[in-house]
């Protein structure tokens, strides 16, 4: 195998099944720009020759109402002709309540599949049902986030072939550029008609928006709606466009709606994530992000959670109101809205009921996708309009890099979301985590995996004070200024070291198992096979 | 268990479970650990590092782990030790040239700084002692003091083991922050107190809380105690203060002997729940507090003519931010310097409750000014606003603009 060296020193693979890589450049170079753009230029040319402008193979329909609506999964499947080593793909936002993934993997393993290649957009607990068909062969490669044991069993090298994470924006730029090719998207949707037009507002399985299915609608080769809320042509509200939809499946039920929206949005108790909160919101104020108009995101962790309500408290007794607010919605942006101190919402995935129907009902909680959100080929993204992103770590190093995919035992366990992709938009990212957890330090020489670089990451808030990029010398003045607890990362990482002792570094093989792919498609880091 | 088996400690988080097996195989430790691939080889050594120092050269640990630091698995390890009929072998105990004589330099790194006795007590955070997980941050949130609980917190059964492991949190005082240190022991009346001062003296801690006391005897004992274990153990004399708690009718009504019964005694603290017990007291949310008023008053009273700490109950409905601030309030109108707390998230309010009005702020800085211009000028003793100003008034003083003039 050959190797190149990536900007930041990491050695990733040069070629991975003939296909050139491109090594990790620097967070804003995109070495690939150039390739990318005279892609387009050919796809122009030759567009019946690439496989992934899916709109040009279709024929032009004939006259009259298409019967998109199919009797059953078998003639779902038969329609689908999807043979060895297809790729299909999937949506999380029935997250943990999900149904449909391992129903799919299930039937076509009976129908003798084999060497499937899945491309969720993120997978949940419930998904490691999956497991039994990563070791019978019937799935070999996942390019998606993996969460947890099928993270772990990538890990120790079950996984066949390598797999791929990407960001959240990252895979809808893989999926736009024809690089991540879908033969079939599966999308689960809580209400659609028998046109294929589609939204997660309202049926018994609501989950709010769905919009990271929308890139999969656009561009897979064959796209099936499975709903388990059929109403009548139109459906209102058209998360996904029937004019991209292929077949309509109507089913007894996509998910389990109980932990579709889990509802865990009560205040921490831990008091170290308590004062990591109240850091990062009193960080907040007196970085002067904190005005009038501004705008944040804060994901549902019992951190970030925490400091969304320690920051409206502060937003409340200064009389500033945020333009809005961008999420991963909870109930806790829900009731800001409501009062009036955010303008608005702009939700990719609802955390829970609350959010599900506030988004439902009020147009001020905007419904987004993420080409919207996080697309690394828009001109411009949500993301971009962040003034301040709070964001997690499962480790960070001494260059301010960070590390949320694997832990320092090696494990992969966490998929990357939407961290890169506001982290490299938000005028100021913010990373909030305890120096260690049970004994294990979070602040390290090097990251056992490096997801996103420093250079993108501005603060990191732990319980033991505030660490602040030197690239940043405005953030440093004006938090000396107010009196916040300053560390530098070395010092940190020692004094936290006297107290957990110095880990012993996890055993790896040569052979990568899973690629971490940055947000403009070159190759930022690999995560290796454990030797144990 | 087997009668060769000895087990102290549990695997919960951050903590782990050591089972000692007494047998004639040379020693050896096995380690099953969640962070078990990261520090599985610095739990075992831990292990037998303690056995070192107990002249252990046979049998053998087993230890689940859950991510325990090394003083926990260390604390543990010696539990199953002693429980398996060990002793530590005398050279290993630590140097005992009094601590407080020796040069800064030529102390250990983790000495504990003294803890003056006129400091702020405002808020008391109780830490049960046998959960490890609670103490390593605990000096992180701001409370004045902390109280590592071997009494109420903590069961029968793991009486022995938890205070060898507060004697090994306090002995290797990693993360405990600026905070006065100060141990319940359980009441020495009963069968477990003086076994708690054995071992915890050993540790210095700045202080004692005695439960349940009920006379100035009581007091006197434990100083008595407790000035056997400084000298056995090179503890400076009458270094470790007392902080006498009182929760029953007759400790109440001796409040104003216990207050005086020891130069010890720095703090006088009001235990409620077992205060409501001992009088067959059933308290009603119409009238909060009505059923400890008067023992309370007497507190304050016996407290300030002794010149040492009135100091609060805890507040119990942890969720319950206003109930607190107005329990606080209440304690402040009565005369107590400060108030226990039992999570973190109560401190806040509790040092806000606390804090001295802007008034008292600005009459703390002309005081010290003026003190500070007659000094220089070679006087002592001088009048603010008519009032005479000394020097434990000017001291005072610069206590509160130390902890409160940046904040207004």
């Known amino acids: 195998m050959e190797w190149n060296t990536t900007s930041l020193g990491r050695v990733v693979p040069a070629e991975i099944d003939g296909k050139k890589l491109t090594p990790f450049a620097g967070a804003f170079a995109d070495p690939r720009a150039a390739a990318v753009s005279s892609e387009r230029s050919d796809q122009r040319a030759a567009a019946a020759a690439a496989p992934s402008m899916r709109q040009t193979l279709r024929p032009i329909p004939s006259r009259g109402r298409p019967v998109k609506l199919v009797s059953g999964w078998n003639d779902l499947f038969d329609r689908l002709e999807l043979r060895d080593g297809a790729t299909i793909s999937f949506h999380h936002h029935l997250r943990d309540g999900d149904r449909i993934v391992l129903e799919v993997v299930s039937r076509l393993a009976a129908r003798g599949l084999r060497g499937l290649r899945i491309a969720p957009t993120a997978l949940f607990p419930v998904h490691e049902g999956l497991l039994p068909f990563i070791r019978s062969g019937v799935v070999a490669r996942v390019e998606g986030s993996m969460y947890g044991a099928i993270g772990a069993a990538c890990s120790k090298g079950e996984i066949p072939e390598l797999c791929v994470l990407r960001s959240h924006g990252g895979r809808q730029r893989a999926v736009q550029e024809g690089e991540l090719v879908i033969d079939a998207a599966f999308i689960a949707a809580p209400c659609a008609d028998p046109f294929g037009n589609a939204n997660g507002l309202s049926g018994k399985s609501a989950c709010g928006p769905l919009g990271y299915a929308l890139p999969d609608s656009q561009n897979a080769r064959k796209v099936a709606v499975i709903t388990d809320g059929l109403v009548p042509y139109p459906c209102h509200h058209w998360s996904i466009k029937g004019a ?27 008091p170290t994530q308590l004062l990591i909160a109240d850091m990062t919101a009193r960080f907040i104020e007196a970085a002067g992000i904190m005005k009038e108009g501004f705008s944040f995101q804060a994901g549902a962790g019992g951190i970030s959670l925490a400091a969304t309500v320690f920051l409206a408290e502060r937003m409340r007794k200064a009389g500033v109101k945020a333009s809005f607010a961008h999420g991963g919605a909870t109930k806790v942006l829900v009731d800001l809205l409501e009062e009036g101190l955010l303008g608005s919402i702009v939700d990719l995935q609802s955390f829970d009921l609350d959010a599900a129907l506030s988004c439902a009902r009020d ?13 690394p080929r828009s001109a411009g993204c949500v993301a971009n309009m962040l003034d301040v992103a709070i964001l997690g770590a499962t480790e960070v190093d001494l260059d301010f890099n960070v590390n949320v995919n694997t832990h320092s035992d090696g494990l992969l366990l966490h998929g990357i979301g939407g961290h890169t992709d506001a982290a490299s938009g938000a005028g100021c ?23 996103c670089p420093g250079e993108v990451v501005d603060v990191i808030v732990t319980e033991r004070g505030i660490a602040i990029n030197p690239a940043r010398p405005d953030l440093i003045e004006r938090s000396c200024r107010a009196g916040l607890p300053l560390v530098d990362l070395p010092r940190l990482m020692e004094d936290v070291r006297k107290i957990t002792g110095i880990p012993e570094a996890p055993r790896f093989k040569d052979r990568p198992v899973a690629l971490i792919e940055w947000r403009d498609g070159t190759v930022i880091d690999v995560v290796r096979e454990l030797d144990l | 268990m087997s009668k060769d088996l000895f087990r102290a400690g549990s695997r919960a988080k951050s903590d782990c479970s050591v089972t000692y097996e007494r047998n004639g195989a040379p020693l050896t430790a096995t380690v099953s650990s969640s962070v078990g691939s990261l520090f599985g080889k610095a739990i075992a050594a831990a292990a037998l590092r303690v056995a070192a120092e107990f002249g252990v050269m046979t049998g053998s640990f087993t230890i689940d782990d859950d991510g325990a630091l090394d003083g926990t698995v ?28 020796a040069p800064a330099a030529a102390r250990p790194a983790n000495a504990r700084a003294a803890s003056p006795r006129g400091r702020p007590r405002r808020a008391r955070l109780y830490l049960p002692g046998d959960q490890p997980h609670l103490a390593v941050n605990a000096g992180l949130f701001g409370a004045d003091c902390l109280v590592f609980d071997l009494e109420d917190a903590v069961v029968a059964e793991r009486k022995f083991e938890t205070r060898i492991l507060v004697r090994r949190v306090l002995e290797e005082n990693l993360m405990l922050g600026n905070c006065e240190i100060a141990v319940r022991v359980n009441p020495l009346s009963g069968p477990w107190g003086k076994d708690d001062l054995a071992e915890i003296v050993k540790a210095r801690p700045h202080a004692i809380v005695l439960p349940k006391c009920e006379s100035a005897a009581d007091v006197e004992n434990a100083d008595r105690e407790i000035s056997i274990l400084e000298e056995a153990a090179g503890v400076p004399a009458g270094s470790i203060y007392l902080m006498p708690l009182i929760e029953t009718a007759a400790g109440a009504l001796n409040a104003k002997e216990i207050a005086k019964a020891s130069p010890r005694n720095v703090a006088l603290l009001f235990g409620r729940e077992d205060f409501s017990r001992d009088i067959g007291a059933v308290p009603v949310a119409a009238l909060p507090g009505a059923e400890s008023l008067l023992a309370r008053q007497m507190i304050v009273l016996a407290a300030r003519a002794a010149r040492i700490d009135p100091l609060d109950s805890t507040y119990a409905d942890v969720g319950d931010e206003e109930g607190l601030k107005a329990s606080c309030e209440e304690a402040r109108a009565l005369g107590f310097a400060g108030k226990g707390v039992l999570h973190p998230a109560q401190i806040p309010i509790v040092m806000e409750a606390f804090r001295p009005t802007e008034e008292e702020v600005m009459r703390a800085e002309k ?26 008034v000017a001291k005072k003083a610069r206590g509160i603009l130390r902890d409160y003039r940046g904040a207004l």
């Open chain 1, 429 to 451: 990212t913010i990373i909030t985590a305890p120096s260690f957890r049970k004994r294990i330090p979070i602040v390290r020489e090097r990251v056992t995996t490096l997801t």
């Open chain 1, 363 to 375: 147009p001020r909680h905007i419904e987004s996708d993420p080409f919207s959100s996080y697309g």
């Open chain 2, 367 to 392: 005081i010290v000014a003026a003190f500070d211009a007659a000094a220089a000028e070679g006087r002592g003793a001088i009048s603010v606003d008519g009032a005479m100003v000394d020097a434990p």
């Open chain 1, 244 to 270: 991209n939809v292929d077949y309509v499946l109507e089913v007894e039920s996509i998910g389990d709606s109980a932990k579709i929206v889990s509802g865990s949005t009560k205040l921490t108790r831990s």
């Open chain 2, 74 to 101: 260390a604390a543990r390890a010696e539990a199953s030790l002693r429980l398996a009929g060990f002793s530590r072998i005398p050279e290993a105990v630590p140097a005992q040239a009094p601590l407080a004589d």
